[in-house]
Every structure is written in structure tokens, then in C-alpha cells.
């Protein structure tokens, strides 16, 4: 591999972008801000492309800190991501050109756009830990600058802010991997960690423990069961970054970071199942609040939160490749979903509730294509992209334990249930929307709407990332298919080789035709149950599901509150301790009196012979 | 060149003092040249031991000398000195006198951190009091006196047994002179070690500060000139830390042997729970007050654990806090010029007519609270993963401030900031604020890029520390 300067590049790119727009973004205007900006990305992304083809890269500044070096490492996973974060990336920098059009902070969205992903860059390619952290909580940050992109509205500042704190419980995990992973090997380079891990010679109580700490973290970034809460909420911020950041890149990269650090979760049981565990009650929980949502984006958000659930059950058995292949599919159909309802949503001047909307179809015949395809692809349909990577965790879940096959399949029907309801409320029926809903989005043209099609500044990323949704599930076919799996030998050439039992030919196939009858009988089934008047028993699911079933309410009575309330109290004592001095002072009865002397006047002549004893002293020293 | 960069601001000082028609420009000019100094001194250093070393008997029969010299982390603390009381005086809107005393007190501080001798580290520790107070006096709030009352009583009465065990560790020790080289090699040892250690505990307690000792802070910055002048002053004051790891442990390192465990306590305890009082703090300075008590705790963890990780952590949080702490307070001082008020309950929205002054506080906010790649994090980062080493679940403890601090900073930076539908028109930054926006923002990004350029010479120091104190790590 070799060692160049090209690498660092990579990131510098976006990050000049982030720093011109920054300072004079005002001047340089729309649109060629937001053309600088993806023109950057688009940078980043070719000269990532031409580094892989040649094999990979490394790039370290021998060191940064005391004992940790500064390193970077593009290797065919953190490539994989590369691709997916400045590909994607950059047709939703595109789609944004058409989408922020005439909104005051125009460039300064694409400079917050460019940090994100010069941050997300660095997290991908660092290879030593703290490098990997300081992109972490860069994407934090601009996850939190974005979210609360409109921060006038106090709605979106809360909504950021909280997230950001969220985040950072899962940071702490992240430091305490960092502290404990020194204290056993001595180093934070990931590449000598693996060295150090496969060598022996430590305790796997305490490597089980560097793995759960670092689960912390990824549960913190990708927004799993029990930190789910930030997601929906980061909805506020507009809806390019609901689209880059909470669906194709950010929150996926949790289980990077988890696939990363492989060599210390495999073959752990307890860790297994407490992943597998995290991502099923996630997977059904994002599912089943989705059902439930009538805000268009917070029920892509939630559908979000359902599929990487999806990705950390894979990560929990052992499919790691499976988990990266998932987050490539995914990025394509999910960026696409999350574009067309920003489509829909410019298309009706603002308007976010799908009760609004409907029959979208006639008005937008090509979004309505783009809907199409992301439904199917997120709902599994046979063959688009979001079928073979969910059957290759099905096929992976299955040799864990039919019991999670079974579970997994439960909440495959869920996502093609939750895909198709999107699809029916939006574009189905008949239009039954109103005069926009005059929300701070610089397309309400004010009176009457007039579905609209999107430019085609919006519709080309759209295209290119239906291309994708349909076809990049071909890269990853199961092994009964006569037909190269190119993306499991590339993976698992960076990722380590763990050996697994594969399922018989004929289990497979079994496997493989059940979960493609079943995705397309409950897409069909939703087809037709969304578009009746909803039964009572529904409405009943829903008014909890709308609340996402009262998580931020059991949140704020069990934390946050009493979190507050205890900061109250704190407060108060801590005034009480100079009392409780005070009170010391007096009990040593003499001192106490001869202090109290000192108030007022008295200090004076203490400081004045203060002053007086070091000026003598300083004469006698001289003069001597 | 030593001598000069420590004598020339008091000397400015007492001129600025008698002849009050210089005005700032004077002060500027003063404050310019310090940092050129230590800039200089800094360039020249070899990156080993103390350099600039000098010594001249000053009562040579008590064995004091007037003895000199830096070493890594004297040299960072200069430079973070200096460069403070430039942008204070730069930006900071007061008296003239105000001015002269902040001078003055500078040559106290860089006293603090250049004294190679025991008897003349007291001395400047005790006398950067009085410009302290001075400052307190003359220019603070409705409610100084029990500020004042309060902060003297604890620095001085905790002062006291220090003098005491200063006495201890030369006599019982055995050295010849008060000479910082004479005390290292003749270090207490056993009981004599943990009493005389325990007096040094106490005034340097009360100056990190390190929870409880701490109490006097947040009367101190509530009542002290809105400008936050008098604050960055005191923030750079808090040379607990310094002392720690400069006469403390290498002069009774059995005494931090003995008391290892409380300090990592009081250190970790003290930094949650500062940071979650910090949350209900009910105007800036008392928010910053506590932040930065959270902060010291963070660097005493790393500090107190006694391996190199942990003392570079230490000293490196403590030069960046007293850079991003000290600003913090002038920034503040920026806002009250513009709203009249420090409160952090109403909601303001400066963003919409100030966006400038919004970006330099959120840079700021996010050094403060230690985001990656700027100022804070590369010393919390050490402090943790030497603290880890030692005692995983007080790191857990103390970390669990990276939450809190979340909460407190973001909080009320968005009442400040956002929520625009109430927005105060106020100015943006004039020339005179975009200088120091501008110097401020360049040492937030290097000090956080490119921590090396100090790691460098203080990792030979947290070595030998952790030599000295041996076993633990």
C-alpha cells in the first residue's frame, strides 16, 4: 500500500470548501456556492476512486500526540465507505443546489454540508482511534449546526441540541474504549491493534468489555434502542441533511465503526447477542413508529432507524461484510426516499404532512418513478437492491438461530409494510392538499399550491441514485446464485476473514424464495390496506406510534427531570458548602473571631502589611 | 531576556500607574512585547530540562536564591499567560488603573511558573493576590466585599499550612537551600512526606480549584467587572495543577503516594459535579465559574494518576483552559457591552444581528466543552487515558462531565444565540473585537491541530514525573 500525500487530500478538499464558503460564502453567492461545494465532494470522491483502483493508501504524520500517530488508512472497507459518502454525497450536494434555492443561508448550508463531509472522511479513513474520534464528533457537530439549520424556530435549536447531547453519551463510550484499550495494549492505531489482539495475552473479560464500550458509541451514532430519540427529531433540520446525514452516511456509522473493530467483537457470545439484541428491538421499533408517523419525513426517519437495525443484527452475528453491503444499498434507496419526499415536499411548497398530499402521481410522473423504486428497494422486492442485502442477513440470522430468521422476517414484512404506506399516502389517490402550511421554507410561493416537478438540477441525483437502488444489490448475491458475489472477498479482505458454516443449497434457496413471496405479499396486502379508511384497531396502534410509543416522554420523567431537578439542587448546596466553611470558620472559635475581624476595614491593614512584609523583604534582600 | 519578561510588566504597570495618560496603547504595547518574549523563549528552548536557568543569592544564609528558569511546561504556561493579557487588555473596556493592575498581576503569574526557588514561588503565589484583589476592590460588583472577604480567607488561610510544609520539606529534607534542584534530590519521605504534602494540598486545592475547596470561585466571578478582565486574570490564577506537578509531588512524592486516592476522588467527583451545577448557574460567570472547576478536575485526574500520560494531559488542559477559559470570560464581557446583562434564562437570539460574534462564541463553546481539533480535547484525551490506567471507574465518573458539559454550554449558548423571534438588535464585531475573534479562533486550531508543538516538550517532563512517583502506571 502506499503512503502518499493524496490521501489527506481526500479530506482537505471538502474542508477548504468548508472554510471558503465559510468566510466568504455571502459573496460568492447562489448557485455557485452550492456548485464549489459538490464540485469539492465530487473531487474527493474521484481521487478516492483512483487511489482504490490502485490498491489503497496510507498517509501518517508520525505523530500527534504522545504515542499516537496521526494516520490515515484507505483500505477496501474504508473505501467502500468512501464511495458511498462522497458518491452519495455528492448527487445529494447536487439535489440540494435546486432544493436550499433562495434560502438566506444558502452558502452557509454548504459550508456546514462540506464540513460534514470532510468530518465523515475523516472517520472512515482514520486508523488510529482518536483520529476516528475527531471525525466522530465532527459529524456531530455538523449534524448539530444542520439540524438546527433554522435555529430562529425553537423548535429546530432544541431538536439539535439535543441530539448533540444524546450523541454524546455515546461518545463517552467511545473515550472509555480509547482509555481502556491503551491501558491494555498500549496503542490506538487500529492496524496494531488487530496485531496486538490476534497475539494474545490479555484477558477477553476485559476485551469483551473495549467491545461493549464501543457499542456505547455506535449505539450513540446510529441511534439505536435505547438512544433512538435524537433521529426523529433531527427531521428539523432541511432536507438534503435528513437525507445525507440521519439516513445514507452519519447514523451508519455506528456499525462502521463496529465492523471496523471486528477482530474484538468476533466470536464474543455475549457481545453477539447484545448486538443482535440492540439492532431487533430496533428494527421493530423504528417499524412500528414509522406505521404510525403522518409527518413525510418522520416516517422516512423512522423507516431509517428500522433498517439499521437491520445492520446491527448483521453486525451481531457475524456477517460484517453483509452489514457494509446493507449500508451501500441502503444509502442508494433510503437518499432516494428521503429526496423524493424533499421532491414532494418542494413540489407543495413546504408542506410535510402526508394527509396533505396524495396522487402525487399525476403531478410528478418522474419523482413518482423515483418513489416507486425506493419503495420496492426498501420494501425487498425481488430484485432491486434492498432484497439481497436484507436476504443475505436473513441467510445469516438463519444460521444463528431460526428463531431470529423468524424474527427478522417479522420485521421484513414491517419495512415493506412501512414502504408501501409512504408510497400509498403520497402518491396514491387523490391530491387532498390545501394551501401550503406556510412553514420556513423559501419555497412557499404564498396562495394556492401547484404540485410542481422538481428542476432538473434535482432530478438527475434522483435518477443516478435510482440506478443505484436498483442495481447495486447485484454486487452481493448469494452463493446458490451462478454468479460472481464480488463484494463479500473484496470486504472481507480488509475486514478479516471469519469463516462461517454456509447454509446447504437447498435451505438457501428455501430461504431466499419464502423471504421474496413474503415481501411481495405484504407489499401488495399494504397496497390495499393503506388505501381503505383505517380500521379502529389501527388508529388506536397509531396514536402510540405517532408518540413513538411515549420513548421521549418515559425519557423525561426518568432523566431528564430528575437530571434538572438534582442540577437545582446541586445548586443550592453548593451555595450551602461556603456557608458550611463559614460555619467551620466559627467552630474553631479564636480563628473564626479573628477572621471575621478581617471583613472590611481590617483586610485593608492585613493587605497593606501584606504588602509592606514583602517590600522589606525585598529591601532587605537588595540592600544587604 | 528571563529577567526582563518577568520584570517588565510590573514595571509597565507601576508607570501605567503614575502616569495614567499613557492609556491602552501603552498596556497594548507591554502586553505585545511579554508575548514576544516568551515567544522567544519559546523558540530558543533546546527541549530538555529547565533552560534560561539562572541563580543569584538573595539571602544566602537562609539559602534563598532569586533563582530562574524554564522548563516545558513553564514556557506553555508563559506563552498562555502572556497571550491572555494581551487579548484582555486588547479588548477588555476599562480604567486605565484596571489596566495597570492586570500588568502587574501578569508579572505574579509568569513568577509562578519561572521560580526555580521554594521561597520565591511563595512569594509570587501570594503576591499575584493582591493585584487580584485590587481589581475585586476597585472595579467589582454591589456584593464584593464578601467576594473579596471570601477569596482572601481561603487563599490565605489555606496558604498557611503550605508555608509551614514549605519549611518541612527544606529542613526535614535536608537540603541546603530553598533551590528547587536542592529540594528534588533531598525529597521528604514516609509520614514526614504525607503531613508536609498535606499542607501543600490545601492551598493548592483552594487554587486549581479541586472540589470542596472550590466555594470561594463563583462569588469571586460574579462580583468582578463585567468586562470578564478581572476573570481571565483569575482564570489564569488557577495554577493548582502547575504547582502540583512542579514542587508538590517531586518534593514529597510519597505524599501523593498517600493521598492518591482522595485527590483522584475529589478530582473526579468535582468534576461532574461542577459540570452539572453548571446547569442551573443563572447568569454567564457562574456558568463559567463552574465549567472550569469541571475542567481542573478533568487535568487533577490525569495529573493525580502519576504516569505521563496523565501529567502531559494535565498541563496541556491547563494551558488550553486558561486560553478558551479566559476568552470565554472576555467574550461574555463582549456580550454584556452589548445586552447590559449576564443572565442566561432569556432568550436573546444575537445570532440574527451579530452573526460574527455567533461564530467566535460557538468556537469558544466548542473548545470549551473539548470537541476534537480544537483546543480542549488533545489534554482531556491524555488526562483520560492516563487516568484510566489508574482508576477506570473514577475516569468514567469524571468523564461523565463530556455529557453534562453538552447540556450546560449548549443550553444556554441557545438562549443566547437562537431563537430569533424575540432578537435583539446589537452590533456585530467592530475592528478592534475581529482582532481578537481572529487571534482567538488561530490558537483555538492550533493548540487543537497540532498539539505536538507543546506535547513535545512536556512529554520528557510527564516521564520523568511518572518515574519519580514509579509503580502506578
Not at chain 1, 581 to 600: D, N, V, Y
Not at chain 2, 218 to 236: I, K, R, V, Y
Request: aromatic share 14%.
Amino acid at each position: 500500500m502506499q503512503e502518499t500525500l493524496f490521501l489527506p487530500l481526500i479530506i482537505a478538499l471538502p474542508l477548504l470548501g468548508f472554510v471558503i464558503l465559510g468566510l466568504s460564502g455571502k459573496r460568492i453567492g447562489e448557485p455557485a456556492a452550492g456548485w464549489l461545494a459538490s464540485l469539492l465532494v465530487l473531487g474527493s470522491f474521484l481521487l478516492g476512486l483512483v487511489l482504490l483502483l490502485q490498491g489503497g493508501a496510507r498517509w501518517t504524520l508520525a505523530e500527534w500526540l504522545p504515542g499516537i500517530p496521526f494516520s490515515l488508512n484507505l483500505d477496501n472497507l474504508s473505501g467502500v465507505m468512501l464511495m458511498v459518502v462522497a458518491g452519495v454525497g455528492f448527487l445529494i450536494h447536487v439535489w440540494a443546489i435546486g432544493y436550499m434555492h433562495g434560502d438566506p443561508g444558502y452558502s452557509r448550508f454548504f459550508s456546514y454540508f462540506n464540513l460534514f463531509i470532510a468530518a465523515m472522511l475523516v472517520l472512515i479513513l482514520g486508523d488510529s482511534l482518536p483520529v476516528v474520534f475527531i471525525g466522530w464528533e465532527g459529524v456531530g457537530l455538523a449534524s448539530y449546526l444542520l439540524i438546527g439549520f433554522w435555529y430562529q424556530e425553537r423548535v429546530n435549536a432544541d431538536s439539535a441540541r439535543k441530539a448533540f447531547i444524546v450523541n454524546r453519551i455515546g461518545d463517552l463510550g467511545f473515550l472509555l474504549a480509547m482509555g481502556l484499550l491503551w491501558s491494555m495494549f498500549g496503542t490506538l492505531s487500529i492496524s496494531e491493534l488487530v496485531e496486538k489482539v490476534e497475539a494474545g495475552g490479555y484477558s477477553f473479560t476485559t476485551l469483551t468489555l473495549a467491545g461493549f464500550f464501543l457499542l456505547i458509541g455506535a449505539i450513540g451514532k446510529s441511534a439505536q434502542v435505547p438512544l433512538t430519540v435524537w433521529l426523529p427529531d433531527a427531521m428539523a433540520g432541511p432536507t438534503p441533511v435528513s437525507a445525507l446525514i440521519h439516513a445514507a452516511t452519519m447514523v451508519t456509522a455506528g456499525v462502521y465503526l463496529l465492523v471496523r473493530h471486528a477482530f474484538i467483537l468476533h466470536g464474543d457470545g455475549f457481545l453477539a447477542g447484545l448486538i443482535v439484541t440492540v439492532g431487533l428491538l430496533t428494527a421493530f421499533y423504528g417499524a412500528l413508529c414509522s406505521l404510525g408517523q403522518w409527518d413525510i419525513k418522520r416516517i422516512v426517519a423512522y423507516t431509517t432507524l428500522s433498517q439499521l437495525g437491520f445492520m446491527f443484527v448483521a453486525v451481531g452475528v457475524g456477517a460484517y461484510w453483509v452489514a457494509i453491503f446493507h449500508i451501500v444499498t441502503h444509502a442508494f434507496f433510503k437518499a432516494l426516499m428521503f429526496m423524493t419526499s424533499g421532491s414532494v415536499i418542494h413540489a407543495l411548497g413546504g408542506e410535510q404532512d402526508v394527509r396533505q398530499m396524495g396522487g402525487m402521481r399525476k403531478y410528478l410522473p418522474a419523482t413518482h418513478l423515483h418513489g416507486l423504486v425506493a419503495t420496492f428497494a426498501s420494501g425487498g422486492l425481488v430484485p432491486l437492491a434492498g432484497f439481497w442485502s436484507k436476504d443475505a442477513i436473513l441467510a445469516y440470522s438463519f444460521e444463528f438461530g431460526p428463531w431470529l430468521w423468524v424474527l427478522m422476517l417479522g420485521a421484513s414484512v414491517l419495512a415493506a409494510l412501512y414502504s408501501i404506506r409512504w408510497y400509498v399516502l403520497v402518491f396514491w389517490g387523490e391530491y387532498r392538499g390545501r394551501s401550503p402550511s406556510g412553514r420556513t421554507n423559501a419555497h412557499a410561493p404564498g396562495g394556492k399550491a401547484h404540485p410542481h416537478e422538481s428542476p432538473a438540477v434535482m432530478l438527475w441525483p434522483n435518477h443516478i441514485l435510482m440506478g443505484g437502488a436498483l442495481g447495486v444489490g447485484f454486487m452481493g448475491l448469494p452463493y446458490v446464485i451462478d454468479y460472481k458475489n464480488f463484494i463479500e472477498p473484496y470486504l472481507t479482505k480488509a475486514i478479516g476473514d471469519f469463516p462461517h458454516e454456509k447454509l446447504p443449497v437447498v435451505t438457501e434457496w428455501v430461504l431466499i424464495i419464502i423471504s421474496a413471496v413474503v415481501a411481495i405479499a405484504a407489499l401488495w396486502w399494504g397496497f390495499r390496506f393503506f388505501q381503505q379508511q383505517m380500521p379502529a384497531w389501527y388508529e388506536r396502534f397509531q396514536t402510540a406510534a405517532l408518540q413513538g410509543f411515549y420513548a421521549d416522554a418515559v425519557y423525561n420523567a426518568l432523566l431528564v427531570n430528575p437530571a434538572k431537578g438534582l442540577a437545582e439542587l446541586l445548586f443550592v448546596g453548593d451555595k450551602g458548602l461556603l456557608t458550611g466553611f463559614a460555619g467551620l470558620g466559627s467552630l474553631m472559635g479564636g480563628l473564626g473571631g479573628l477572621l471575621a475581624k478581617l471583613e472590611t476595614g481590617a483586610l485593608r491593614f492585613y493587605l497593606a502589611g501584606l504588602l509592606l512584609a514583602l517590600v522589606l523583604l525585598l529591601g532587605w534582600g537588595v540592600l544587604r | 531576556m528571563i529577567h526582563v519578561g518577568l520584570w517588565l510588566p510590573l514595571l509597565a504597570g507601576l508607570v501605567l500607574l503614575i502616569m495614567p495618560g499613557l492609556g491602552r496603547g501603552f498596556a497594548i504595547a507591554s502586553a505585545a512585547i511579554s508575548l514576544g518574549i516568551s515567544l522567544v523563549l519559546f523558540a530558543g528552548y533546546g527541549g530538555q530540562g529547565v533552560a534560561y536557568a539562572s541563580q543569584t543569592p538573595f539571602l544566602p544564609e537562609a539559602g534563598v536564591y532569586y533563582a530562574l528558569g524554564l522548563d516545558g511546561a513553564g514556557l506553555l504556561l508563559w506563552i498562555a499567560v502572556s497571550l491572555v493579557v494581551l487579548l484582555g487588555v486588547w479588548i477588555a473596556d476599562v480604567p486605565v488603573r484596571f489596566l495597570a493592575y492586570t500588568l502587574m498581576m501578569q508579572t505574579g503569574l509568569l513568577g509562578i511558573f519561572a521560580a526555580q526557588d521554594l521561597i520565591f514561588f511563595y512569594f509570587f503565589f501570594e503576591a499575584t493576590l493582591i493585584p487580584s484583589l485590587l481589581m475585586l476592590w476597585f472595579y467589582g460588583g454591589a456584593d464584593r466585599l464578601r467576594a473579596i472577604y471570601t477569596f482572601a480567607l481561603f487563599t490565605l488561610v489555606g496558604s498557611l499550612p503550605m508555608l509551614a510544609a514549605i519549611f518541612a520539606v527544606r529542613f526535614l529534607g535536608g537540603a541546603d537551600s530553598f533551590l528547587y534542584t536542592d529540594l528534588a534530590a533531598n525529597p521528604l519521605t514516609g509520614q514526614t512526606a504525607s503531613l508536609a504534602f498535606l499542607g501543600f494540598m490545601v492551598a493548592l486545592a483552594v487554587k486549581t480549584p479541586l472540589f470542596p475547596l472550590h466555594a470561594w470561585l463563583p462569588s469571586f466571578h460574579q462580583q468582578n467587572h463585567p468586562s470578564g478582565l478581572a476573570d481571565a486574570m483569575g482564570t489564569l490564577y488557577k495554577v493548582g495543577i502547575f504547582a502540583f506537578f512542579k514542587w508538590a509531588i517531586p518534593l514529597m512524592p510519597d505524599g501523593l503516594r498517600e493521598w492518591q486516592g482522595l485527590l483522584l476522588f475529589l478530582a473526579a467527583f468535582g468534576a461532574i459535579y461542577a459540570a452539572w451545577v453548571a446547569f442551573s448557574a443563572p447568569d454567564w460567570k457562574t456558568l463559567l465559574a463552574y465549567a472550569g472547576v469541571s475542567h481542573m478536575g478533568v487535568a487533577a485526574l490525569g495529573l493525580f494518576s502519576g504516569n505521563g500520560e496523565g501529567t502531559v494531559g494535565a498541563l496541556y488542559l491547563l494551558g488550553a483552559s486558561m486560553v478558551y477559559g479566559s476568552a470565554m470570560f472576555l467574550f461574555i464581557g463582549l456580550v454584556y457591552k452589548r445586552t447590559g446583562s449576564l443572565e442566561t434564562s432569556p432568550v436573546r437570539g444575537l445570532a440574527k444581528h451579530a452573526p460574527a460574534l455567533y461564530v467566535l462564541g460557538m468556537f469558544l463553546l466548542m473548545a470549551m466543552i473539548g470537541l476534537p481539533g480544537l483546543s480542549g480535547f488533545p489534554g482531556e484525551l491524555m488526562a483520560l487515558l492516563g487516568a484510566y490506567k489508574v482508576s477506570p471507574w473514577l475516569t468514567f465518573v469524571a468523564f461523565l462531565a463530556v455529557i453534562a458539559a453538552a447540556a450546560y454550554a449548549l443550553t444556554a449558548f441557545q438562549k443566547l444565540f437562537q431563537e430569533n423571534t424575540q432578537a435583539q438588535a446589537v452590533p456585530d464585531l467592530d475592528t478592534r473585537e475581529w482582532g481578537f475573534a481572529a487571534v482567538t479562533v488561530a490558537v483555538l486550531l492550533l493548540m487543537g491541530l497540532y498539539p505536538k508543538l507543546f506535547t513535545l516538550y512536556l512529554e520528557p517532563l510527564g516521564k520523568a514525573l511518572a518515574a519519580l512517583f514509579g509503580g502506578a502506571s
